[in-house]
């Protein structure tokens, strides 16, 4: 059986990372949807709430993530 061989950049997982925030605003925004059609008595509505915390949470958190990271010395292997 071959093997495959591919070629990432030294920086490859944070960058992409990083890049990938487009699903968690996606996430984010969904769950600020949902919170506009619920009435705060529906449970939803706090289930929905505790999604949008917990996105923002994450992107709030994702800066200082990859800076530890990148701080980090490279022979972590």
Do not use: K
Request: some cysteine.
């Amino acid at each position: 059986m071959g093997r495959e061989h591919c070629r990432l950049r030294e920086d490859a997982w944070p960058t992409l990372f990083s890049t990938q925030n487009t699903v968690v605003h996606v996430m984010l925004q969904a769950a600020e949807t949902g919170i506009a059609a619920t009435g705060p008595d529906d449970p939803a509505h706090e289930r929905l709430s505790r999604m949008r915390d917990f996105y923002q949470f994450l992107l709030a958190e994702l800066p200082g993530l990859l800076q530890r990271w990148q701080q980090l010395p490279a022979s972590r292997s």
